[in-house]
């Protein structure tokens, strides 16, 4: 079982704070949703090519990968901002040997009518087109519209690239179209290259992010499935704290995912 950690959860922290934590901690990887002030990764600091020998060799000492550079590039966008957002998050993951870029169709985690289905595979094509020259992936996640899995499948499918797959969030399919982790499985399951772990409860009509056990999400069961499928990606701890502030100090909710973790594996 490979484990990330989301950047989303430790905004104050530099990049080097957050290899070193990751390190310590017993992580395979860090999956990139900014740095610091800046959330747009092609402006990385880091990521910058004159910085670019020095950050993979960090890498490599540490013994880290970035599976995953996280995007905001929403797909159902008018006009050209999408293509170019897109395309810069491609470029630099390709210069770090980043497999993955994260994409959504809709931004709003909770589920909107008002999304351009055909607008969003048209987009997805001609990204996924520009990726596979790239050799990167591009990742659409179960969010918003698209956490109705049956329709982020009709998307890949419809795109029928293999630079185009899916990143798994397993709260929202759950949350917001009520799917078990069967149903999510049997919807995308063979496309599924990266997972965003996180757990939850249902409180005053409203989702209320938990540590790791503390919710009522199907975890187990989600990460059984995937095991049952032979999926050797990443889980990856999506713990919003740049969202929401008041949520649990990164390091200790970044301790407690690895132990979560690690009892499933019993």
């Not at 009518?113 to 094509?125: I, S």
């Not at 399951?189 to 997972?195: E, S």
Request: hydrophobic share 40%; proline share 5%; with cysteine.
């Amino acid at each position: 079982m490979k484990l990330a950690f989301s950047t989303l959860g430790c905004p104050e922290w530099s990049f080097s704070d957050i290899l070193s934590s990751a390190c310590d901690l017993g992580y395979d990887g860090v999956e990139i949703r900014g740095v610091g002030k800046e959330l747009y990764a092609p402006n990385i600091t880091e990521f910058l090519p004159e910085n670019l020998t020095k950050t993979k060799a960090s890498l490599e000492r540490l013994k880290l990968e970035i599976p995953c550079l996280t995007s905001a590039c929403e797909l159902q966008k008018p006009g050209e901002e999408v293509y170019f957002e897109c395309k810069a998050y491609i470029d630099c993951a390709a210069s770090l040997s980043i497999p993955y870029v994260r994409i959504l169709g809709d931004t709003d985690p909770a589920p909107s009518a008002l999304v351009d289905a055909k607008r969003v595979k048209k987009t997805a094509a001609l990204l996924a087109a520009y990726a596979e020259k790239h050799n990167v992936t591009l990742l659409l996640e179960s969010n918003g519209y698209f956490a109705d899995t049956a329709r982020l499948a009709d998307v890949i499918e419809s795109v029928g690239s293999g630079a185009l797959a899916a990143l798994w969030d397993i709260n929202h399919p759950f949350r917001f179209f009520g799917e078990t982790p069967k149903t999510t499985v049997d919807n995308i399951g063979k496309y599924i290259r990266h997972v965003h772990i996180k757990d939850s409860i249902e409180q005053d009509a409203a989702v209320k992010y938990k540590m790791m056990g503390q919710g009522t999400l199907p975890v187990s069961e989600s990460v059984d499935r995937l095991h049952a499928l032979g999926y050797d990606g990443y889980f990856s701890l999506e713990w919003v704290r740049r969202w929401q502030p008041t949520l649990e100090e990164p390091g200790i909710a970044f301790a407690l995912f690895v132990e979560y973790m690690r009892t499933l594996l019993v």
